[in-house]
């Protein structure tokens, strides 16, 4: 009788041990850097944005084509809802309508906690366009064709179609890092609101629109019929991406995973 109360009660401390431990576990879980994946969907309007072929309208009833639509994400920030920001190192992604994989950007190793903004530049910032051509690698290799190789930088969109209403092409690339010519804008979506918890037990996701009818709408009204098709830093990219900057990006959604 006597050795069955010993097994029950070392049975009982076991038990007790493994619960305590699972629950440190899921305690140091929570405190342990997470996963923030950005999920980008390019549209026309209330449309998906598909190459080659489909017909969209500006508000201006401007009927045109893509074939070409790419960009540059970097320097994503993440903002506490405390108000401090976390600047997620060495983040630079092109993202590219013909790769679907590319409109996945995952973002980890970051802090856990809980986070009310995100914001990012279109493009690459000054300092690493200026870089040699050379020691640049991955998305930001010359060799990807979104690069200018007579010293100014990179490409930071590229939008490329046919103005069929007009029976001309469109050839936008925006690119640019000195004033007067600076195209380099931030992006910062709202959350409305909502909050991503973010930890290592899960990873969290923000779901993103980006219109392509926002390059030519919004701080200024740029006709197609009448653009310059502009393959150089100029006043006309800067108007295109102050353009983009102010409003192509839309959060559609927040998922804690």
């Given at each position: 009788m006597k050795t069955s109360?010993?097994?029950?009660?070392?049975?009982?401390?076991?038990?007790?041990?493994?619960?305590g431990m699972q629950g440190c576990k899921k305690d140091s879980d929570l405190q342990t850097p997470g996963e923030v994946d950005l999920q980008i969907s390019n549209v026309v309007g209330a449309k998906p944005l598909a190459l080659d072929g489909t017909t969209y309208s500006t508000p201006a009833g401007e009927i045109f084509s893509v074939s070409t639509f790419e960009y540059y994400i970097s320097n994503?920030?993440?903002?506490?809802?405390?108000?401090?920001v976390y600047v997620a190192p060495n983040t630079y992604f092109?993202?590219?309508?013909?790769?679907?994989?590319?409109?996945?950007?995952?973002?980890?190793g970051v802090p856990a906690g809980t986070y009310t903004?995100?914001?990012?530049?279109?493009?690459?910032?000054?300092?690493?366009?200026?870089?040699?051509?050379?020691?640049l690698t991955g998305v930001l290799n010359p060799a990807n064709s979104m690069y200018w190789t007579w010293n100014t930088g990179h490409i930071f969109l590229k939008l490329e179609g046919t103005v069929t209403s007009a029976g001309r092409p469109i050839v936008?690339?925006?690119?640019?890092?000195?004033?007067?010519y600076n195209a380099i804008v931030t992006a910062t979506p709202s959350l409305a609101g909502k909050i991503l918890s973010v930890n290592g037990t899960h990873s969290s996701t923000i779901s993103l629109s980006a219109d392509v009818l926002k390059l030519f709408d919004g701080v200024s009204h740029i006709t197609l019929s009448t653009f310059s098709n502009g393959m150089m830093p100029g006043a006309e990219a800067v108007q295109v991406a102050k353009n983009y900057g102010a409003g192509m990006f839309t959060v559609t959604q927040t998922q804690d995973n």
């Open positions: 109360k010993y097994f029950l009660f070392f049975g009982l401390l076991l038990v007790a041990s493994m619960a994503i920030k993440l903002t506490k809802s405390d108000g401090t092109l993202v590219d309508q013909a790769k679907p994989a590319t409109q996945h950007l995952a973002i980890t903004g995100v914001s990012f530049i279109i493009g690459v910032d000054a300092a690493t366009t200026q870089a040699d051509p050379l020691a936008c690339h925006i690119g640019g890092y000195t004033d007067p």
